[in-house]
């Protein structure tokens, strides 16, 4: 699980939680109250938000480009709304 240090800001991976209240990071004991835990990122259903980024670009396109109902127009909107969503969650993810 990652965490940030509250002092310093540094992301750091938590090697370890024990129930009086400390965290082990990189062979250092620290007390969980000087921590901020960042694990709604590793929860992150990616398929889901795959889904709305490319929904979300496909009505961008829709709207720029005054689409009428060409479906060889949409099938091309579609490949490229999941290109811009694949990009976007790439860099989301820090690649």
Do not use: P
Request: hydrophobic content about 40%; overall charge negative; proline content about 0%.
């Amino acid at each position: 699980m990652k965490a940030r240090i509250k002092a310093t800001g540094t992301i750091v991976e938590v090697e370890g939680l024990f129930d009086v209240g400390t965290a082990l990071v990189n062979g250092r004991y620290f007390k969980v109250s000087e921590l901020d835990f960042l694990d709604n990122f590793e929860t992150i259903d990616w398929e889901q938000r795959r889904y709305e980024l490319a929904k979300s670009a496909m009505q961008g396109y829709c709207i720029a480009l005054g689409i009428n109902d060409d479906s060889e127009t949409y099938d091309d909107i579609a490949i490229g709304s999941l290109r811009v969503a694949d990009a976007l969650i790439k860099k989301l993810k820090g690649k």
